[in-house]
């Protein structure tokens, strides 16, 4: 830094509220520190005015008036703050006259050439004078019996407005601080009790969160269903010719449900045995004609191609009572049974099969289920959580409780029976882990097939904190995993 400051005009000075304004102008620490010096110098008609702040155990030069760029080695930095150290081990204001220094400030005056210096302390509360300093405001006059705007005591008095704006401005700067800056800064400002305290605030949580075991529970979704259950199909083309049952109905194994007719099959069994007729009046006739004493010569000798012929027609009858017998079977098969012994599940029957309605073999037309048990339940877990079950199952320490839509006051176990070998892709609601569980208990009659159900999977225990943060540490660990391959 020059030993000299930068000229300004000195005659210029600012009225108090302009001083104000622009002393309180920016939180910017830097911004604001130029402002105290470069102001208070306009409004107080001092050459000079240096602004030391407190880092940690020392007082470091912050600011001059008139300068913009400050050397810490230089000659001129180093008196500002040998003063200034002198000012707050006193903890008074320092007053000294190159015509008569004080002991404190006599090398000062004779290296920086000031002819009067004054020192006042900023402290964290005005009125406290044993409150924590935080920093030191340097006034210079290099000019012998110059004419000033202020007096020492007029300085005084702006003091704590200036505590005020250099206060907002360095809470300003350690709320802009990271973690590890404000705990530095909080270090070296003494507190070091507050820091230790909070560092072991911090180990004693992190030894909570992975020492201390926990329950490990994945939540998922599904739906509950009769584990005897068929659904019912068209035996054969056709169309609905009577149903013979209602919904919610008890049925047994055999009881017939629905008629169908098949126009086409009517017509292909009614062909055959018309051929059939034909192909048996044939063979008779052969027959007989083998057999009548009354034939002529020439026709016996035609005995061996009659027989033959003979032997193709009973063929040709073997194959249509085949076709017949098969026809038979699918015009059988037109009346759909139940079963099972159960229920029909297949709401409003009669707007679903109205009679006409055509139909084609393999149609799924109803649905018959044992409601009196065991009951299934379909359940779905988020992929993001497939690992931890899947770890369970292994483990043998899973556990599975249910809540159904129809009783959310009831809880129910369940037993895990078998895991689907793939994920599935679900509308909507993305890709999960297919699971089958059986009920353990009784359900409320009331209960329906479809319910949805909310289920609740114990997967043994955890730290607190894989519990609490097992997808971030899942993402973290991919990540790391792929960063190394």
Not at 389 to 414: G, L
């Amino acid at each position: 830094m020059p030993s000299q400051p930068v000229s300004q005009d000195d005659g210029h000075t600012l009225d108090t509220p302009n001083w104000i304004a622009g002393i309180f102008r920016s939180l910017d620490i830097e911004e604001c520190s130029a402002a105290i010096t470069n102001e208070t110098r306009l409004w107080s008609g001092w050459d000079r005015v240096s602004l030391l702040l407190r880092t940690g155990d020392k007082l470091r030069l912050k600011s001059v008036s008139g300068v913009q760029s400050i050397d810490p080695r230089s000659s001129t930095t180093q008196m500002l703050e040998e003063i200034a150290k002198s000012c707050w081990n006193s903890g008074e204001v320092l007053d000294s006259n190159a015509d008569d220094p004080s002991n404190d400030c006599r090398s000062y005056h004779e290296r920086c050439r000031t002819q009067r210096v004054v020192v006042l302390p900023i402290r964290s509360h005005a009125q406290d004078h044993s409150s924590e300093m935080i920093g030191v405001l340097v006034f210079d006059q290099f000019e012998k019996n110059a004419p000033l705007a202020r007096s020492v005591s007029d300085l005084k008095e702006g003091t704590p407005l200036i505590r005020t704006a250099l206060t907002h401005a360095l809470n300003h700067s350690r709320l802009q601080q990271g973690f590890v800056a404000r705990l530095r800064s909080s270090w070296t400002r003494g507190r070091l009790t507050r820091s230790l305290l909070v560092l072991g605030t911090i180990a004693f949580a992190l030894l909570l969160l992975t020492t201390v075991p926990t329950e490990l529970v994945i939540y998922g979704n599904g739906v509950l269903r009769p584990d005897r259950q068929r659904d019912v199909f068209a035996g054969a083309n056709g169309y609905i010719d009577n149903v013979l049952v209602t919904t919610g109905v008890d049925v047994d194994v055999d009881t017939k449900l629905i008629e169908l007719k098949s126009p086409e099959l009517q017509m292909s069994l009614s062909e055959l045995r018309g051929e059939l007729a034909t192909t048996s009046q044939q063979i008779d006739d052969l027959e007989t004609l083998r057999t009548d004493p009354q034939s002529s010569s020439r026709e016996r000798n035609r005995m061996h191609d009659l027989a033959a012929r003979r032997e193709e027609l009973k063929a040709l009858e073997q194959n249509i009572r085949t076709q017949i017998k098969s026809l038979e079977e699918q015009q059988f098969a037109l009346t759909l049974r139940s079963p099972i012994r159960g229920t029909v599940l297949t709401p409003d029957l009669n707007s679903k099969l109205p009679v006409g309605r055509p139909v084609q073999r393999t149609d799924r037309l109803l649905r018959v289920a044992d409601l009196k048990g065991p009951w299934i339940v379909e359940l779905y877990v988020d992929q993001r959580d497939s690992g931890p079950v899947i770890e369970a199952v292994n483990s043998d320490q899973i556990s599975i409780a249910i809540v159904t839509a129809d009783a959310p006051n009831e809880s129910f176990t369940a037993t895990l029976q078998s895991i689907a070998p793939a994920m599935t892709v679900r509308t909507g609601r993305g890709v999960s882990l297919e699971m089958q569980a059986t009920i353990d208990e009784d359900l409320d009659p009331g209960i329906r097939p479809g319910s949805s159900v909310q289920c609740r999977i114990f997967c043994g225990h955890r730290s607190i904190g894989r519990v609490w943060f097992r997808r971030m540490i899942d993402k973290l660990s991919a990540w790391w995993n792929l960063r190394k391959s």
